[in-house]
């Protein structure tokens, strides 16, 4: 049901029953206004109940319009502005449901035109009430459109209305239209104010439902997020192990196929040398050591490789270890197999880790190995292995000073085959510090060098992720 | 040096040829027959197939067994020994390129006797095979009668 307001209508003054034909006693019209007041008191209490009973705002909406019928008024209707910008009617209520049934007859008839900006409309739009007191039968006639048009608003019987507006969080999101016919009553200034506080619940209850409905949406679509997420991780780890599993077959492919013509190489190099040295001048002699030292150095890089691959796919096991004692035992091992050198080695006690002994133990014969190597030409070499507690970060130091590196291409240094000095100088394969690395990430840790040319290196470690307190 | 046969099993020529210079190189003149894959293998130790006409008791002394080889693989050929009770208690060495971890478990879980993996180097494969040769054909003892008892 849209009210039309007809154009120019002044509002009349809010009287309760000013139009009242007979005349009332002054003691009648106090208990009558009591006995008013006490309806509209429960009134607002059963529909803020109603309201607040159940998230189907559009079905409690149609309750509370039920409910204000007859005693708050003749007629109740309610407007909803859906998301498209359309007013939508969503309850219509009298106690006849014949006159309901012809208030339709009307709505369906004389639709509102769109952009009419009159009623119900204009309320949403300046959420502003309007209050018509009194509709004048003039005021019908004026703005029926056709004689038909007049004769069902006349048997509507119309004679007061208001329109308040639904507004929540400053947004418009409806109207109630409380219309007076048959009862003669005429609306004023305090109905409205009933209207607005009406209008106030239901606007919240309206509001809060949507907001549910928002919120279960959101929830509903994060869900899907997550379970869309959760099927693309596992698609993701079926990949991984696929690739996993070709690369596990290559890596076994690489250290049977490739070493076999390696040993031929060397083998029959060897053989060469041996059984034919009396045909084979110095010169030949020379290029054959050259062919073994070739294939045997290529044996190293293959073996170096497959160690750097095993290490990624090894599994882990972390346990408590004495890092000291480790870099101790490994320092040990190389003064037994080296030739005797003058190195100081000075590692602190107590320096604890959790990591994969295993794995800890390649990155320490790594780091400990490029130090005892690169300090071979210092007269007075030093190695150190220290920790540090940097905010909650354990940070693990292998320091040396020897033959270092130019700090422009430190970044190269933590590549496979990565090499800043020549075969010659230092003999290695490049892989150590990409193994170092990789073990280093597998334990979420990080790792550092600094070094100069002729000023020593500096390796910075840590095993465990820099959030993770690990005192 | 015993006079017992060694079996190699090997699918490279190259390989065997050096396998044969080092055992020469090492003074071990045993016999060696060699054979080119697991199916060969498992023929001649059972005596079926092509070396039906061999007594099945007529076992080598010791296997020098290969890994990656046609057909059959080293480690399934080690099984189908080692299920056997003539050939459950018959020496085999394990002579190839892989040290992966899953070989050495799988070898030793089939109860292989040594585990030596071939270097690049031939100086060190020389000294395996030297080393090998003098253990399994002269120190070590083997029961007389594999399977009974």
Not at chain 1, 9 to 28: C, H, I, K, N, W
Not at chain 1, 94 to 106: F, I, N, S, Y
Not at chain 1, 388 to 395: L, R, W
Request: a negative charge; aromatic letters at 6%; hydrophobic letters at 40%.
């Amino acid at each position: 049901m849209v009210l039309r307001a007809p154009e120019g209508e002044q509002d009349g003054p809010g009287t309760l029953f000013g139009a009242t034909p007979q005349p009332v006693r002054m003691y009648d019209l106090q208990s009558q206004i009591l006995r008013q007041r006490e309806t509209e008191v429960s009134f607002l209490a059963e529909a803020s109940a109603i309201l607040a009973s159940s998230l189907d705002y559009e079905q409690t909406l149609r309750t509370v319009a039920e409910l204000a019928v007859p005693h708050i008024a003749d007629w109740c209707a309610v407007h909803i502005l859906d998301d498209d910008g359309a007013v939508r009617e969503l309850a219509v209520a009298h106690t006849d449901p014949t006159k309901v049934g012809l208030a339709r007859e009307l709505e369906r008839r004389y639709p509102p035109k769109p952009g009419q900006d009159s009623g119900v409309h204009r309320v949403v739009r300046t959420r502003e009430p309007v209050l018509h007191a009194e509709i004048s039968d003039e005021a019908l006639v004026a703005s029926a459109i056709d004689q038909e048009h007049l004769s069902l608003m006349r048997q509507l019987g119309l004679c007061s209305a208001l329109v308040v507006p639904l507004v929540a969080r400053d947004c418009g999101l409806g109207a109630i239209t409380m219309v007076s016919a048959e009862s003669g009553r005429r609306f004023g200034e305090h109905d409205v104010s009933l209207a607005r506080n009406l209008a106030e619940r239901a606007a919240l209850a309206v509001d809060n439902a949507r907001l549910f409905t928002d919120l279960a949406a959101a929830e509903e679509a994060v869900q899907k997020l997550n379970a869309d997420l959760e099927l693309r991780v596992r698609e993701r780890t079926l990949q991984l192990a696929a690739a996993n599993a070709e690369l596990e077959a290559f890596a076994y492919s690489v250290s049977h196929d490739l070493r076999a013509p390696l040993r031929s190489m060397d083998g029959f190099s060897k053989v060469l040398t041996d059984r034919y040295a009396a045909t084979l001048d110095d010169r030949g002699k020379r290029y054959l050591g050259h062919i073994r030292d070739a294939a045997q150095e290529m044996g190293q890089l293959i073996d170096a490789l497959l160690r750097l691959a095993r290490l990624s796919r090894a599994e882990m096991r972390c346990e408590p270890i004495d890092m000291g004692a480790l870099a101790r035992e490994i320092v040990d091992g190389f003064r037994r197999e080296g030739t005797e050198r003058r190195v100081q080695v000075s590692v602190d006690d107590g320096i604890s880790a959790m990591g994969d002994r295993m794995l800890v133990r390649v990155l320490l014969e790594n780091l400990l190995g490029n130090a005892w190597k690169f300090t071979r030409a210092q007269p007075e070499a030093s190695i150190t292995f220290r920790v540090k507690a940097d905010g909650n970060e354990q940070v693990y130091v292998v320091s040396d000073n020897g033959a270092g590196f130019d700090p422009q291409y430190a970044h190269k240094l933590f590549g496979p085959f990565q090499r800043l000095h020549t075969a010659g100088e230092f003999e290695g394969t490049g892989v150590g510090l990409a193994t170092v690395q990789r073990i280093v990430h597998r334990h979420g840790g990080w790792v550092r060098a600094e070094g100069a040319v002729g000023a020593g290196a500096t390796f910075s470690f840590t095993l465990a992720p820099g959030a993770e307190d690990r005192t | 040096m015993s006079d017992g046969l060694i079996l190699l099993v090997e699918d490279n020529p190259r390989d065997e040829e050096l396998a044969l210079i080092a055992l020469e190189d090492s003074h071990i003149v045993n016999q060696v027959h060699v054979v080119r894959d697991g199916q060969e293998a498992l023929d001649y130790l059972f005596g079926i197939g092509r070396y039906a006409q061999r007594g099945p008791t007529d076992l080598p002394h010791l296997v020098l067994l290969d890994l990656k080889l046609p057909k059959v693989d080293g480690l399934e050929v080690l099984e189908r020994l080692r299920d056997d009770p003539r050939t459950a208690w018959l020496p085999v060495v394990i002579l190839t390129s892989s040290d992966e971890e899953s070989d050495l478990v799988r070898s030793y879980q089939l109860r292989v006797n040594s585990y030596i993996r071939k270097p690049v180097d031939f100086d060190q494969f020389g000294a395996a095979v030297r080393h090998l040769g003098l253990y399994w054909m002269v120190l070590n003892r083997v029961p007389s009668h594999p399977g009974r008892g």
